[in-house]
């Protein structure tokens, strides 16, 4: 069976959040994701997408990943996010089926109205972010789930 590929369009772009969620290295290609809209979550540093008409989400897409990295993408993403499969836009015009984390509809009211951006995120977020992952969600750790 073919894995499908990984579209990330929130923190999961930087190498390292991959790499600590999972505890493995990939490199990834620019992507598209056309008729999303993406806005941060309140209160925190991290964003959701939703459908949108006439939007799109710029992102990275990742190949390659283990059953077991992608367990650990489940256990990370939490009970807000669904994975779903989507047509995502490659840089050379080609259209790729891939897997992304999308805020469940039913948890939509968690977004705010502002609009995420991922270079603001390792400018002003990352740190936040990082110490959120390690103090917040131990318990990932504790269960072993990462």
């Given at each position: 069976m073919e894995k499908i590929a990984l579209f990330c369009y929130g923190t999961l772009q930087s190498s390292l959040v991959m790499k600590a969620v999972t505890g493995q290295?990939?490199?990834g290609q620019e992507a598209t994701?056309?008729?999303w809209a993406r806005f941060r979550v309140r209160d925190s540093e991290y964003p959701g997408i939703i459908p949108q008409q006439d939007s799109l989400v710029s992102g990275k897409l990742y190949w390659g990943l283990s059953d077991e990295a992608m367990k650990k993408l489940d256990a990370f993403e939490g009970d807000k996010y669904e994975r779903v499969i989507v047509q995502v836009a490659k840089a050379d015009g080609s259209y790729e089926d891939a897997y992304v984390y999308a805020i469940k509809e039913d948890c939509q009211q968690f977004l705010s109205k502002d609009p995420w951006d991922f270079d603001r995120f390792m400018?002003?977020?990352l740190e936040?972010?990082?110490h959120?992952?390690?103090e917040d969600r131990r318990d990932l750790?504790?269960?072993g789930d990462l």
């Open positions: 290295e990939f490199s994701l056309n008729n400018q002003n977020g936040k972010f990082i959120w992952f390690v750790f504790d269960r």
